[in-house]
């Protein structure tokens, strides 16, 4: 169950866009964000000679997915330092370690193991890492503190920006009263949720394989077959099929990538009661 946090964010450079220092004052875990061009800045800290977990996150794939790489290492610094040679992508990167120092290896493996996973079923990153590889044999104490430490990290990451972790619907959260909305026409059935950073189309929903003639050619199109090629969206027969939940940035584009042509997502997902976006979450704030 979500409950208040006091979370405390130092600027060293007093720069709110440059390195950051995020902690919940209560915890022992620190988050360091580091911008690509400040990372001299972080290797000469102390912390950049820890034991640690860290995540690199950079330019979007096509279908807007940031992408992101996770990683661990006895010397989170000197790792660092190599894949500044070695990655392009990334252009930010967020190491975790402990306030008390008290990290082990043991605890950055379970930790990296326990990311990749958590990471890659809630699907908001494209990940540069190929895979989960195996769970680490991890002492049953050990394995606790991870799973808090896991905790108050990915609340860290969220404050700053990169909710790595964070599920994109209530459904996923395990509400119990989720607010659906259907989007029918055009051979589509959709089924999504309006959520505080757009539209969220649900995995299981179909749309249209074709598009219409005025859409080819266009970033919307573009953005169905990036959707594709990522194996969000399953061609079968005349229909593509969502396998899993797809974030949108709008009602619209959401409507739109279903549909197969330009779409006012506010009219078109509705209630099963057949009220629409529009009525129900616009018209009503006054």
Request: aromatic share 8%.
């Amino acid at each position: 169950m979500s409950r208040a946090q006091t979370i405390q964010i130092f600027l060293p450079k007093g720069n709110p866009r440059g390195l950051r220092v995020a902690e919940i004052t209560t915890r022992i875990v620190r988050v360091i964000e580091v911008p690509r061009n400040e990372l001299s800045e972080f290797l000469a800290m102390p912390e950049s000679q820890q034991v640690g977990i860290y995540f690199l996150v950079g330019e979007l794939y096509e279908s807007g997915l940031p992408r992101a790489y996770i990683g661990q290492s006895g010397n989170v610094g000197q790792r660092l330092a190599q894949h500044h040679q070695s990655k392009d992508f990334w252009n930010r990167a967020l190491v975790v370690v402990s306030l008390t120092n008290n990290f082990t290896q043991t605890h950055a493996l379970f930790l990296e193991w326990l990311a990749l996973g958590q990471a890659q079923k809630v699907g908001r990153y494209q990940l540069e890492n190929s895979n989960a590889g195996a769970r680490p044999h991890t002492p049953a104490p050990l394995e606790a503190d991870c799973h808090e430490i896991h905790e108050t990290a990915a609340i860290l990451l969220a404050t700053l920006g990169q909710p790595i972790f964070e599920p994109l619907t209530s459904i996923s959260n395990g509400s119990n009263t989720p607010e659906l909305f259907y989007c029918k026409g055009s051979g589509a059935h959709g089924v999504g949720e309006l959520t505080s950073e757009g539209f969220v189309v649900l995995m299981g929903s179909q749309g249209r394989a074709q598009v219409v003639s005025s859409l080819r050619g266009t970033p919307l199109e573009k953005m169905r077959e990036q959707l594709v090629n990522d194996g969000i969206l399953f061609q079968e027969g005349e229909m593509l099929v969502f396998k899993r939940d797809q974030l949108f940035s709008s009602p619209s584009t959401a409507a739109t990538a279903l549909m197969g042509r330009s779409a006012n997502g506010w009219i078109e997902w509705k209630t099963a009661e057949g009220q629409t976006l529009d009525e129900l979450k616009r018209q009503r704030v006054q």
